[in-house]
């Protein structure tokens, strides 16, 4: 089993950043990926962005060239998301996975508002 717990979201104005974190715990060798989905308000939840154990990064339209993936340990300990020129559209709920939708974290809630 792997556990996640993401942290890090809160209020940001239009145009600034914030770094989202996912602890990462369990069964570390099961993970061959790491994913950021978000689900705004009303919506369904989406694929924001993807990093491989090769080391390859995938993003989606709207948030490539705003959005990074970065990870702590040797394959992942800690898996971010650091977001910059944030839009009021980025806010949602952002949730850390593993192999797309095997595992889940709990949340965190993003709002981009002035």
């Known amino acids: 089993q792997v556990r996640l717990v993401e942290s890090g979201g809160g209020l940001v104005q239009p145009g600034g950043s914030l770094r989202l974190s996912c602890a990462v715990s369990g069964n570390l060798a099961i993970i061959d990926y790491m994913n950021w989905y978000r689900q705004a308000p009303g919506g369904q939840r989406e694929l924001v962005a993807t990093l491989s154990s090769s080391g390859s990064m995938v993003y989606e339209d709207s948030v490539r060239g705003r959005f990074t993936v970065t990870r702590d340990g040797g394959w992942i300990t800690t898996f971010y998301l650091q977001m910059k020129y944030l839009k009021p559209e980025d806010t949602a709920v952002y949730y850390c996975?593993?192999?797309?939708?095997?595992?889940w974290g709990q949340g965190t809630q993003v709002t981009v508002s002035s």
């Open positions: 996975s593993a192999n797309f939708q095997a595992f």
